[in-house]
């Protein structure tokens, strides 16, 4: 199976990583550092799951989920900094799960 984590942060997706190895080491993970680059892995690899920063360097997650959204139905989770109901509404109406 595979994944996709879209995030800029390297140390973020070093704990992802980790997690994946040692909790599903079946799981193929593949990251990206912007936006772009993670729609194209989702459309290329068509992964079981994809992970998506709230804020990546050249767009924002929500619009990566709705660029994902015309090609696919590929659960997207996005992690969102904000908590509060306008930010988790905006996610949601952009396609995530």
Known sequence: MKAILSHSDPEVQRAFQLAFMFMEPE???MYSRE???????AGND??????V???LPDMDGTDVVSWIRRFSHIPVIIFNKN???????K?????AD
């Open 83 to 89: 908590n509060d109901e306008m930010a988790v509404a």
């Open 35 to 41: 936006g772009a680059r993670g729609v194209e892995l």
């Open 53 to 55: 920063d709230s804020s």
């Open 27 to 29: 799981w193929e993970v």
């Open 46 to 51: 068509m992964p079981q799951m994809i992970f």
């Open 91 to 95: 996610c949601l109406e952009s396609g």
